[in-house]
C-alpha cells in the first residue's frame, strides 16, 4: 500500500511538473509571440517613419531648389529695377531737356521769322539795286519766300534754310559767266538779244546779227550803245565762252567803275 501510494505520489509530482513546464512553454511562447509582434510593428513604424522622412526630406530639397530660384529671380529682378530706375531718371532728364528746347524753339521761332522778313526784304532791294539780269526768275525767288513765309506747314528753320539758298544763289551770280536770252529795245524797237554776264562786273547784249552791242551802265542805270566795234568781237567771243563753245580766254569788256561806300 506505501508502493502504491509513493508511486502515486511520485506520478503526481511528475505532472506537476510537467505541467509547470508545459504552462512555461505556453507562457514563453505567447511573450516571444508578443514580443516578435512588437518587434514587427516597430519595424512597420520605422519603415513609415523612414518613408516620412524621406518624403519630408524630398520636400524639403524641392523647397530649397524653389527658395535658390525665387532668391535668384529677386536678385534679378532688384538688378533690373536699378537700371529701369536709372533709365527713367535719364528719361524724365531728357523729357526736361525737351521741354526746354521746346520753349528755347518757341522763342528762336519768335526771333527767327522777323529776321527771315528783313532778310527778304533786304534780298528783294539788293536785287532791284542790282545789274538786270534775270530780274523774272529773281523776282519770282522772292515772291515765293514770302509765300512760304506765311505757310504754316513749314517750320521757322526750313524758312531760313530756303531765304540762305536765295542768297546762295545771288552769291554764285557773282563768280559766274553765263548768258541767256532776252528781249529789249534796240534802236527803239524790240529786239531778242543774247544777253552776256560777267558775275557783277559787267553786262552786255549782242543782236543775233551783231549789228547791235550794247553794254549796262549802273551808275544811269540804262542801257548804253556801244559804238565802239572793238566790243563787238569781244563780246561775240564771250557768249561763245559762256556756251562752253570755246575755251576761256582774256576779254576786253566795258567795266563799271566800282561804287565808294559812303
Do not use: C
Not at 546779227?209 to 550803245?225: H, K, M, V, Y
Amino acid at each position: 500500500m506505501k508502493n502504491f501510494q509513493s508511486k502515486v505520489a511520485v506520478f503526481f509530482a511528475a505532472f506537476l511538473l510537467s505541467l509547470s513546464l508545459s504552462l512555461a512553454v505556453a507562457v514563453e511562447a505567447v511573450e516571444v509571440d508578443d514580443v516578435l509582434a512588437v518587434g514587427a510593428k516597430k519595424t512597420a513604424a520605422a519603415r513609415s517613419s523612414q518613408q516620412r522622412i524621406d518624403t519630408l526630406a524630398d520636400q524639403t530639397s524641392d523647397l530649397f531648389q524653389t527658395f535658390k530660384q525665387v532668391n535668384k529671380q529677386i536678385e534679378d529682378l532688384q538688378i533690373y529695377n536699378t537700371q529701369l530706375a536709372a533709365q527713367v531718371a535719364n528719361q524724365q532728364q531728357s523729357i526736361a531737356d525737351l521741354e526746354s528746347s521746346i520753349d528755347n524753339a518757341t522763342v528762336m521761332e519768335r526771333q527767327i521769322t522777323p529776321l527771315v522778313l528783313k532778310m527778304i526784304d533786304s534780298l528783294e532791294q539788293f536785287i532791284n539795286l542790282d545789274f538786270p539780269f534775270l530780274m523774272e526768275e529773281r523776282h519770282t525767288r522772292v515772291a515765293k519766300l514770302r509765300e512760304n513765309l506765311m505757310r504754316a506747314d513749314l517750320s521757322a528753320a526750313e524758312k531760313f534754310r530756303q531765304v540762305l539758298e536765295a542768297y546762295k544763289i545771288e552769291t554764285e551770280y557773282g563768280v559766274r559767266i553765263d548768258s541767256y536770252l532776252d528781249t529789249l529795245s534796240v534802236g527803239g524797237q524790240e529786239r531778242e538779244v543774247s544777253i552776256l554776264r560777267v558775275g557783277r562786273i559787267a553786262l552786255m547784249y549782242q543782236t543775233p546779227d551783231q549789228q547791235a552791242t550794247g553794254a549796262w551802265d549802273q551808275e544811269s542805270r540804262q542801257w548804253l550803245t556801244l559804238d565802239d566795234g572793238s566790243y563787238r568781237s569781244a563780246v561775240a567771243e564771250g557768249l561763245r565762252i559762256a556756251r562752253k563753245q570755246t575755251a576761256i580766254d582774256i576779254l576786253s569788256l566795258p567795266v563799271s567803275a566800282p561804287e565808294v561806300v559812303q
